[in-house]
């Protein structure tokens, strides 16, 4: 068992490792992009190196691992909503290990880092500020283009990383997305993630093994006769029903999950 100033130099060093290599891969891609902007529209390439260098960050440190389940439910040529559940910073170094090509909406904050918000910017990934109306809309506008420009683009309806592990409610935003422009929804659980990166925490907290299942599409078909409401309720149950806080707690109390 390692100390807690063990732990806290351990996470020192790998953020330090993340900003010293970020320098060299922000002129990577700067470079990508320069070179495929004129012909690759949806900056697939660009995403691709994008997915590798969030990736390495994964495969580099042993005391984390990521399973990926149920690849085989994503079609690279259809576009999705993406939604997920969010239990701290590392699902978004998780979600890049799928390797499928997406915009993230992303509060700005994210976007002022130094080269890695950069890169963000370089992706035209999607800005949100939270509470802000004007945002929000400019939100719509910005997904509505690239998801007819054939890129999906990949929410975390939560709004924000849940400290326990147990779901929040899921806003609204995606699921109009869904029903207005007639896409499929593709949901995805996360587990273990929380045991990585707590919220409120950048301490190292030991081994951790993380699960991402990507569920089966939910298709335009199978939502056309539901209200927003309904669609965002229906499809935060079914992703709650594969994450294991609350199967734990569905399980003490003896009962379903309500």
């Avoid at 320069?34 to 580099?60: E, G, V």
């Avoid at 992706?123 to 719509?140: A, C, E, F």
């Avoid at 190292?204 to 991402?212: C, L, P, S």
């Amino acid at each position: 068992m390692l100390t807690p100033l063990a732990n806290r130099l351990i996470a020192i060093l790998y953020i330090a490792i993340i900003f010293a290599s970020s320098s060299v891969f922000f002129l990577v891609a700067l470079l990508i992009w320069l070179i495929t902007y004129p012909f690759d529209k949806r900056l697939w390439l660009l995403h691709q190196f994008t997915c590798f260098w969030a990736s390495l960050y994964i495969w580099i440190f042993p005391p984390w691992t990521v399973t990926v389940i149920g690849r085989e439910h994503i079609d690279p040529a259809q576009t999705y909503i993406i939604v997920s559940n969010h239990q701290s910073l590392v699902d978004i170094l998780v979600s890049f290990t799928l390797f499928t090509h997406f915009k993230w909406v992303s509060k700005s904050e994210i976007f002022l880092v130094p080269l890695i918000g950069w890169n963000m910017f370089l992706n035209q990934y999607v800005r949100l500020d939270r509470g802000s109306k004007t945002s929000i809309k400019k939100m719509y506008v910005a997904c509505t283009h690239h998801l007819q420009q054939g890129s999906s683009v990949f929410l975390f309806p939560e709004g924000t990383r849940s400290a326990t592990g147990k779901m929040r409610p899921f806003k609204e935003g995606a699921f109009v997305l869904a029903k207005r422009l007639q896409l499929p929804i593709l949901p995805i659980v996360i587990n273990g993630s929380k045991n990585a990166v707590p919220k409120d925490s950048l301490n190292f907290h030991g081994r951790t093994d993380v699960h991402i299942e990507v569920l089966e599409p939910i298709e335009p078909a199978m939502y056309t006769d539901l209200s927003a409401t309904a669609l965002t309720l229906q499809v935060h149950e079914r992703i709650r029903s594969r994450v294991r806080e609350e199967i734990a707690a569905a399980d003490s109390a003896n009962g379903p999950l309500a």
